[in-house]
């Protein structure tokens, strides 16, 4: 399984573009890199989730470089209802998912 | 659609007693997930299902924990005897399962919030 690496924290103001970057230098060909979104007292939410290159949905884009050992994961002005811990995974087909210990994102006004 | 749907949500408990935890999964979706969530531990997965068959069940701590999933819309998680480590919050997620190329996204229940005393 490709171990994750990403910031424990950040800290952002309102209206600001916010970018996570995680690295996993030992992803496999057949993994896809997912991000997750969890609020207090919430189960993790599905954000966004690309193979290369760059994808982007209503809610975020992100960012995978050709050789795929990092991506980053961008959410554009962001607000108060954006913080939360954000998990960065990598897997595919019925492999486990780990969830590491993700990303702290607080908005302050 | 209504989401995953957990019973209960919340549950307080003597240690010993025998705790049976909830989950039934979207329509249609063929893979049952059964996480633990601590501060300590963080989130890990105890078990996962595709198809009502156990696929890996690597994460459950120990003997005391059992899972099943009889039929596609009804899955089990059950503890017996518990105890107060066993406080978390435990989440049930499902998802449509592998599609072409691997990829995967799950949808979390609301979980249910165990307190062993």
Redesign the interface.
């Known amino acids: 399984l490709a171990k994750t690496t990403q910031p424990i924290s950040m800290d952002s103001y309102e209206g600001q573009e916010v970018n996570i970057t995680c690295s996993h230098n030992n992803i496999a060909t057949n993994d896809y890199i997912t991000w997750y979104q969890q609020f207090p007292s919430q189960g993790p939410r599905f954000i966004i989730q690309g193979y290369k290159t760059k994808v982007t949905n209503e809610v975020a884009s992100l960012f995978i470089p050709a050789d795929r050992k990092s991506s980053t994961l961008s959410l554009p002005r962001v607000s108060l209802s954006d913080t939360a811990v954000y998990y960065c995974l990598v897997g595919g087909g019925f492999q486990k998912l780990v969830f590491g210990t993700g990303t702290r994102l607080l908005v302050s006004p | 659609d209504a989401g995953?749907i957990q019973s209960p949500r919340h549950e307080v408990t003597e240690m010993g007693q025998e705790v049976t935890l909830r989950c039934k999964p979207i329509s249609g979706h063929n893979?049952l997930?059964w996480?633990r969530q601590t501060m300590m531990r963080?989130?890990?997965?105890l078990i996962?299902f595709?198809n009502n068959v156990p696929?890996?069940d690597?994460?459950m701590p120990e003997d005391r924990f059992s899972a099943k999933m009889p039929n596609a819309s009804f899955s089990t998680l059950k503890i017996q005897p518990s105890e107060p480590r066993d406080s978390a919050v435990y989440?049930c997620?499902s998802s449509p399962?592998?599609v072409a190329?691997?990829?995967?996204?799950?949808?979390?229940?609301?979980?249910t919030r165990l307190t062993v005393t």
């Open positions: 995953v893979s997930f996480y963080g989130l890990e997965l996962y595709n696929i890996d690597s994460g989440f997620a399962g592998a190329g691997g990829s995967y996204e799950q949808y979390f229940g609301p979980g």
